[in-house]
């Protein structure tokens, strides 16, 4: 078995609002210095595979495919053993 | 004229659509099942708004992957017209039916009002019923309705005529301030290229029948009828 684990974030330059207002609380308890956020997704998943190559070919399939929208998100995984 | 209205589990205006068509228009219309694979004798096809899949992992994400949708595109492909409303624009755009993409409103909030709209392009089988420059009140109801694309992409469309819709105040006037989610040059509703493909936040069915107290929606599903009559003699 192995286990992905994957992140998808907006792209770079389109706006957050959701980062915009997790900012706006730290700063309205004191953590000022915090200068920018963005908020993504994580997803973990396990699967019945295990050839690391194929296992990366397949979840970047399911990124391409379903998990992240290349107009708006882009994606990272790592795969490890579970 | 057959019409078909799409259903996903968690579709929630579905009946609206089907009442526009089969009240307002008179004209047959069906429901198709997300898990159909073929569409059977349809000549204009609405999806619905709503939370199809609950809007799990993004709206449209799960939903413009079911069996459905491939027969919708392939129908597409063919020339069919398809109107995506609220949820239905967000099928079309994860289906890359549509351009673009919709984001989360810019100001986080789940937005339910009326809405003022001014008409771009009345020159589109979805439109013709309408003016250049015409304000019409659709309601609008929805979370992620901050419409995205690439700026190069935005400069195309706005070239070709594919905005049909934008965000205004009574008067017409479409600025920053009468935005209401945040959609890159105010754009409200959009066609594809080849002019068959529709996505719209604001929902014409809610403004379809006077009993509810608006009915200016009403011009986009006679304006579609309009154009299937014409092209199927």
Same mark, same amino acid.
């Given at each position: 078995?192995?286990?992905?684990?994957?992140?998808?974030?907006?792209?770079?330059?389109?706006?957050?609002?959701?980062?915009?207002?997790?900012?706006?609380?730290?700063?309205?308890?004191?953590?000022?210095?915090?200068?920018?956020?963005?908020?993504?997704?994580?997803?973990?998943?396990?699967?019945? *595979?295990?050839?690391?190559?194929?296992?990366?070919?397949?979840?970047?399939?399911?990124?391409?495919? *379903?998990?992240?929208?290349?107009?708006?998100?882009?994606?990272?995984?790592?795969?490890?053993?579970? | 004229?057959?019409?078909?209205?799409?259903?996903?589990?968690?579709?929630?205006?579905?009946?609206?659509?089907?009442?526009?068509?089969?009240?307002?228009?008179?004209?047959?219309?069906?429901?198709?099942?997300?898990?159909?694979?073929?569409?059977?004798?349809?000549?204009?096809?609405?999806?619905?708004?709503?939370?199809?899949?609950?809007?799990?992992?993004?709206?449209?994400?799960?939903?413009?992957?079911?069996?459905?949708?491939?027969?919708?595109?392939?129908?597409?492909?063919?020339?069919?017209?398809?109107?995506?409303?609220?949820?239905?624009?967000?099928?079309?755009?994860?289906?890359?039916?549509?351009?673009?993409?919709?984001?989360?409103?810019?100001?986080?909030?789940?937005?339910?009002?009326?809405?003022?709209?001014?008409?771009?392009?009345?020159?589109?089988?979805?439109?013709?019923?309408?003016?250049?420059?015409?304000?019409?009140?659709?309601?609008?109801?929805?979370?992620?309705?901050?419409?995205?694309?690439?700026?190069?992409?935005?400069?195309?469309?706005?070239?070709?005529?594919?905005?049909?819709?934008?965000?205004?105040?009574?008067?017409?006037?479409?600025?920053?301030?009468?935005?209401?989610?945040?959609?890159?040059?105010?754009?409200?509703?959009?066609?594809?290229?080849?002019?068959?493909?529709?996505?719209?936040?604001?929902?014409?069915?809610?403004?379809?029948?006077?009993?509810?107290?608006?009915?200016?929606?009403?011009?986009?599903?006679?304006?579609?009828?309009?154009?299937?009559?014409?092209?199927?003699?």
């Amino acid at each position: 078995m192995l286990k992905a684990i994957v992140t998808v974030m907006l792209k770079k330059g389109i706006f957050d609002p959701q980062g915009r207002a997790v900012q706006n609380g730290l700063d309205s308890i004191g953590f000022d210095k915090v200068k920018g956020v963005r908020v993504g997704k994580q997803l973990e998943m396990d699967l019945e *595979m295990e050839d690391m190559g194929a296992a990366e070919a397949s979840v970047h399939d399911m990124c391409d495919k *379903m998990l992240a929208n290349p107009v708006v998100e882009s994606y990272s995984f790592e795969i490890k053993e579970a | 004229m057959n019409w078909g209205v799409l259903l996903f589990p968690g579709s929630n205006c579905a009946e609206d659509c089907f009442h526009a068509v089969d009240q307002i228009l008179g004209k047959p219309v069906k429901y198709l099942w997300h898990k159909d694979t073929e569409l059977g004798d349809v000549d204009a096809i609405i999806i619905p708004g709503g939370f199809s899949y609950g809007d799990h992992l993004r709206p449209g994400a799960i939903a413009h992957l079911s069996p459905a949708m491939l027969a919708v595109k392939e129908f597409a492909a063919a020339g069919g017209l398809v109107i995506g409303i609220c949820n239905g624009f967000q099928i079309l755009t994860e289906s890359r039916m549509l351009p673009g993409s919709l984001l989360q409103n810019r100001g986080l909030k789940f937005l339910c009002q009326d809405q003022t709209l001014k008409v771009d392009n009345p020159d589109t089988p979805f439109t013709s019923e309408y003016d250049a420059g015409d304000v019409v009140v659709f309601p609008i109801a929805h979370n992620e309705g901050n419409y995205y694309a690439a700026p190069e992409t935005i400069a195309e469309m706005e070239a070709n005529g594919q905005i049909l819709f934008r965000y205004c105040n009574a008067d017409g006037e479409v600025s920053d301030s009468t935005n209401p989610n945040g959609s890159i040059h105010s754009i409200a509703g959009i066609i594809n290229r080849t002019g068959n493909v529709v996505g719209m936040m604001p929902h014409p069915e809610r403004s379809a029948d006077i009993v509810l107290g608006l009915n200016e929606g009403k011009g986009v599903f006679v304006s579609m009828l309009k154009h299937l009559e014409a092209n199927h003699g």
